[in-house]
């Protein structure tokens, strides 16, 4: 159960995040956030120091939610492989869905850094997740030579691969085929097209 500050912080971190992807980050103010929450200025203050301090728990949020929701999908399979496939394709559906505030991260900043930070730090804390599915095939003999694959490079280059994805189809505007971007994943992950059904 969530404490009386909790919930009030929650409630700024979602009254915040509606803000930030109608108005953009720079347009939104401290007291917009307070009106839309119905809480004073200072209230606000008390839990957030700051815009950028709001801003980042909103990201904070939106990682929360987007690994719950792969997650959830990812334990509904069956082995490694279709566990590893599930989290990429979900990933992505996930990541593209909240396309808006990463478009809106890097619009607003003079830069890309803040935008690939925020992907970066994403992926990275991913990469326990990746390893483990990968740990998950060799137990269960689905590697062949598995004594010649190196897990850590292989997580770092599909964790590679879903930046250079990130960045092509959600940062740049790009239009986004999930099902194209399904079968890219199927003939990495096992070396074959799925038949669609």
Not at 65 to 83: A, Q
Not at 144 to 168: E, H
Request: charged content about 35%; glycine content about 4%; proline content about 1%.
């Amino acid at each position: 159960m969530l404490t009386k500050d909790e919930i009030v912080k929650k409630e700024i971190v979602m009254k915040a995040r509606e803000l930030f992807q109608r108005f953009g980050f720079k347009k939104t103010t401290m007291d917009e956030i307070a009106a839309e929450c119905g809480k004073s200025k200072s209230t606000l203050y008390h839990y957030y120091k700051n815009k950028d301090d709001v801003f980042r728990a909103v990201i904070k949020e939106e990682k929360h939610i987007l690994r719950s929701r792969v997650m959830e999908v990812v334990s509904l399979k069956d082995n490694g492989i279709e566990k590893m496939k599930a989290y990429f394709v979900t990933m992505l559906r996930e990541i593209d869905s909240l396309s808006n505030l990463y478009r809106l991260v890097k619009k607003e900043t003079t830069n890309m850094t803040s935008a690939n930070q925020l992907l970066k730090g994403l992926l990275k804390e991913e990469k326990v997740t990746i390893k483990q599915f990968h740990q998950e095939i060799i137990e269960e003999g689905l590697y062949p030579d598995s004594d010649k694959i190196d897990i850590d490079s292989l997580a770092d280059f599909l964790i590679a691969a879903m930046m250079g994805i990130i960045n092509y189809f959600v940062l740049d505007d790009e239009k986004l085929d999930i099902d194209n971007f399904e079968n890219a994943i199927n003939i990495i992950i096992d070396g074959r097209l799925m038949v669609q059904e």
